[in-house]
C-alpha cells in the first residue's frame, strides 16, 4: 500500500553494485578484446573493438582514481 511506505526523496536511493558495475566492465572489454581472433578481413572492426574497449577500460580506472581520491562519492 501507498500510505505504509516511507516517503524518500530520489537522491536517497543508492545505486546498483558498483563492483559488479566495474565487473562486467572489465569483462565486457575482455570479451571485445577476444573478438580480434575473428572471420572478418578489414582492420575497422580492429579498430572499433580495440577503442571501446579501451574506453571501458579507461572509464573504470577514472572512477576507481576518483573514488579513491575523494572526488566522487
Known amino acids: 500500500m501507498a500510505g505504509s511506505e516511507p516517503v524518500t526523496s530520489p537522491d536517497q536511493h543508492k545505486p546498483g553494485h558498483r ?3 566495474r565487473i562486467g566492465a572489465v569483462v ?16 575497422v572492426e580492429d579498430i572499433w573493438l580495440i577503442g571501446l574497449a579501451a574506453f571501458l577500460l579507461l572509464i573504470v580506472i577514472g572512477d576507481v582514481v ?3 581520491n575523494g572526488l566522487r562519492s
Not at 580480434?36 to 578489414?42: A, D, I, T, V
Open 19 to 21: 563492483k559488479a558495475g
Open 28 to 43: 565486457t572489454a575482455f570479451a571485445l578484446l577476444a573478438m580480434l581472433c575473428g572471420n572478418h578481413e578489414g582492420r
Open 66 to 68: 576518483l573514488r579513491r
